[in-house]
């Protein structure tokens, strides 16, 4: 059983860059599709980006394609979420979710009723607060 912990989050102002990272424990992390997500304060849980297992395909939401990089270390089981030029807008709690048949495209297109049923492993969140 793969369990997620998602870590990096705190406190920065706009325009300013985090990592985020996602270690896996307890499975086989590298045949994993793995997906970032966000939820801020009174919104839907909603996709940022995903990466495949193989080969690694990224997929990026549009409100941060161009700012964000997702990218993994299986060697390390990790994901790491590069989020750079942020703005207040981005922020939210950061959760990782992995999959070993949704792919990352179809990640990007399950509404939120739908990530616990296509989404069979979750982490805790990590906030990430942006101020102006």
């Known amino acids: 059983q793969v369990q997620l912990v998602e870590s990096g989050g705190g406190l920065v102002q706009a325009g300013d860059s985090l990592r985020l990272s996602c270690t896996a424990s307890?499975?086989?992390?590298?045949?994993?599709?793995i997906g970032w997500f966000r939820q801020a304060p009174g919104e839907e849980r909603e996709f940022v980006a995903g990466?495949?297992?193989?080969?690694?395909?990224?997929f990026y939401s549009d409100s941060v394609k161009g700012r964000f990089n997702i990218s993994r270390d299986n060697a390390q089981n990790t994901v790491f979420l590069q989020m750079n030029s942020l703005k207040v807008d981005d922020t939210a709690i950061y959760y990782c979710?992995?999959?070993?048949?949704?792919?990352?495209?179809?990640?990007?297109?399950?509404?939120?009723?739908?990530?616990?049923?296509?989404?069979?492993?979750w982490g805790q969140g990590t906030l990430v607060t942006v101020s102006s």
């Open positions: 979710a992995g999959d070993r048949s949704t792919t990352v495209q179809g990640m990007s297109i399950l509404t939120s009723e739908q990530y616990t049923r296509y989404l069979d492993h």
């Open positions: 307890g499975g086989t992390f590298s045949r994993y599709n």
């Open positions: 990466i495949s297992w193989r080969p690694n395909r990224s």
